[in-house]
């Protein structure tokens, strides 16, 4: 099972789109209470009776406005159910890991156990069992600058290398080393092999590809 990533709470933009729905709430409250109380509706208001008067949906411009309109609802729609945490990459669970090696050593395990008495241990495991079935899933994830000084320090360890600038991405990761000693294709194997090494240790959910850029360090 994919860990699911996390989600922005947006609290400053929900806290806004309500005070701005309340205030324009408010504004036509108080003018509705005020043309009951028989007095005159705000210049505003009454402007925007005349134009909804004037204008149909026949009209150009309302039909762009209408367009307009439908376009930003969409594109909010789209922003509402995104995740917007980009800058945190998804790590892979602990029960993802330990999944694979349970097969391995189950056949190994079968002919110890099979002498012991399982009748005593099921109600613990079932209340085990219960336990962890009732707890949430845990999840973890790691940022893209923690990641690509991760990765950074690792290049850094290649023999050759001068210096190494990492920018972490979802899908890729770039790697810009400088080397001032070695045959370059000799550190570029060797910067390889350790980034790969590096993005594995890392345990994420979705390992991005390596892009390795070595150059000579200009004198």
């Known amino acids: ?61 309302v039909q762009l406005a209408g367009v307009a309109l439908a376009l930003a609802g969409v594109v909010l729609l789209l922003l509402a159910f995104t995740p917007g945490i980009r800058r945190i990459l998804m790590m892979r669970s602990p029960g993802q890991d330990t999944g694979q090696d349970t097969g391995q050593d189950t056949g190994q395990d079968t002919g110890q156990d099979a002498g012991q008495d399982t009748g005593q241990d099921s109600g613990h495991e079932a209340g085990q069992d219960a336990v962890e ?58 910067l390889d092999a350790v980034i790969a090494v590096g993005i594995e240790e890392l345990g994420l959910v979705h390992p991005p590809r390596p892009r390795l850029r070595v150059r000579r360090r200009a004198d």
């Open 133 to 190: 079935a009732s707890r949430p899933p845990l999840r973890a994830g790691i940022g893209r600058k923690d990641a690509a000084q991760v990765l950074r320090d690792r290049a850094m360890e290649v023999p050759g290398v001068r210096s190494a600038r990492v920018r972490m991405g979802r899908s890729r990761v770039r790697v810009r080393a400088t080397s001032h000693f070695r045959e370059l294709d000799e550190v570029r194997a060797d």
């Open 1 to 61: 099972m994919t860990a699911r990533r996390f989600r922005s709470a947006r609290r400053i933009p929900a806290a806004l789109v309500a005070l701005l729905v309340l205030a324009v709430a408010g504004l036509f409250l108080y003018d509705l209470a005020a043309v009951r109380a028989d007095r005159p509706a705000m210049a505003w208001r009454r402007e925007l009776a005349h134009q909804l008067e004037v204008h149909t949906p026949a009209d150009p411009g």
